[in-house]
């Protein structure tokens, strides 16, 4: 009898400490929480903004008649590759993937152009004025320096409103202002992805937004859509096709 009590009481003991040694280790998991379990600062944009987004495009040159030039196509990336945040005294700190579970009001982004480690700082702004939302270029970067405009300028109005029709200036002094406008919201669009598995690679998009840039006699074409950014570019001299780019791959974190 005593041995069967004895049997009893060292189960209960061991279903107790099996019992505390599960939620020490459930404690020590949630302490040991390592920043990338935390979701990536996205924000929602014309193009969507989140570090390591790329795009890759097949980009074409014509001739003063407008036919095609007889060089290779050759592959033109864009890619979004780091994204800051405001400090204290309003300098622009890199978040990295330790740092990114810290909230901020506004997120910048390096739009890096052909992988040069330069382009723009790219910001999104949906508040405020309809006519004032959309993607803005806030500044420039050249590798880790960095250059933050006294005032963002709007690029491309998102979703927009009344008014479709805005400049952009940047400044620096070796860029000339241009002229933008929302040609069309319902725009439809096509490309072929390359890294498709697909039987037809082929990707249909209405309800596209097509943009007008004009800058002296130059006028350029671009297409965006909100769940894949900008899917194609045409640029025009004196009414006659120059140059082209077309999306052919896509990768978009979640």
């Known amino acids: 009898m005593k ?7 060292e189960i209960i003991l061991v279903g107790i400490l099996l019992s505390i040694l599960q939620c020490a280790m459930r404690d020590m998991a949630a302490g040991s929480e390592v920043p990338s379990d935390h979701p990536i600062p996205t924000t929602a944009s ?10 890759i495009y097949r980009y074409s040159t014509f001739d003063s008649t407008g036919s095609l030039q007889p060089f290779p196509d ?6 979004i590759t780091g994204m800051y945040r405001l400090g204290e005294g309003g300098e622009l700190v890199p978040i990295t993937r330790y740092e990114y579970y810290d ?3 506004q997120y910048f982004y ?14 999104h702004r949906g508040t405020g004025e309809v006519n004032a939302r959309g993607l803005y270029i806030a500044g420039t970067f050249v590798r880790e320096q960095t250059v933050l405009f006294d005032t963002a300028r709007l690029w491309f109005a998102y979703p927009g409103g009344e008014v479709t029709l805005w400049t952009i200036d940047l400044p620096g002094g070796d860029t000339v202002a241009s002229t933008i406008e929302c040609a069309s919201k319902t725009d439809a669009a ?17 309800s596209c937004y097509l943009y007008r840039e004009k800058i ?39």
Request: proline share 5%.
């Open 46 to 55: 014309i193009l969507p903004l989140q570090a390591d987004n790329r795009w």
């Open 190 to 206: 096509w490309f072929s992805r390359s890294d498709s598995q697909e039987p037809s690679p082929l990707v249909f998009l209405d």
């Open 110 to 123: 390096r739009y890096e152009w052909e992988s040069l480690d330069s382009g723009y700082l790219v910001c």
């Open 216 to 254: 002296g006699e130059d006028v350029y074409y671009h297409c965006f859509h909100p769940a894949h950014g900008k899917v194609s570019m045409r640029h025009y001299y004196k009414g006659v096709l120059r140059e082209s780019y077309v999306l052919i791959s896509e990768t978009l974190c979640p």
């Open 103 to 105: 909230s901020a009001d």
């Open 74 to 79: 050759r592959d033109l990336k864009l890619a």
């Open 3 to 9: 041995l069967r009590r004895c049997i009893v009481l």
